[in-house]
């Protein structure tokens, strides 16, 4: 879901790499490596509420600017990544 609204559906050219990281049950932070500063800052409350919708509207959801997200070791793009050690 994520990798395709917030990469296809909301991004219009504001957006040239993102990744999703769930760090609690109801905490995910959104870094974003921004084209078109005007364009993301248009998104913004977007990506929060579509986020939410997913996740639940209780959800904080966290959107940091960064100036680049590195692959893995292997060269590999986690888009996503959880963060979350306990069991249930």
Do not use: W
């Not at 990469?7 to 932070?29: C, E, M, S, T």
């Not at 974003?32 to 579509?50: K, M, P, W, Y």
């Not at 996740?55 to 959107?63: N, S």
């Amino acid at each position: 879901y994520f990798i395709h609204f917030l990469g296809v559906v909301l991004n219009k050219g504001g957006i040239r790499k993102f990744q999703l990281v769930q760090r609690d049950y109801l905490d995910v932070l959104v870094k974003v490596v921004v084209n078109d500063h005007q364009e993301f800052e248009n998104l913004r409350s977007e990506i929060e509420g579509a986020t939410k919708n997913v996740m639940g509207e209780e959800c904080q959801v966290h959107i940091e600017k960064v100036d680049d997200i590195p692959p893995l070791d292997n060269g590999k793009f986690m888009y996503t990544v959880c963060e979350i050690t306990e069991s249930i």
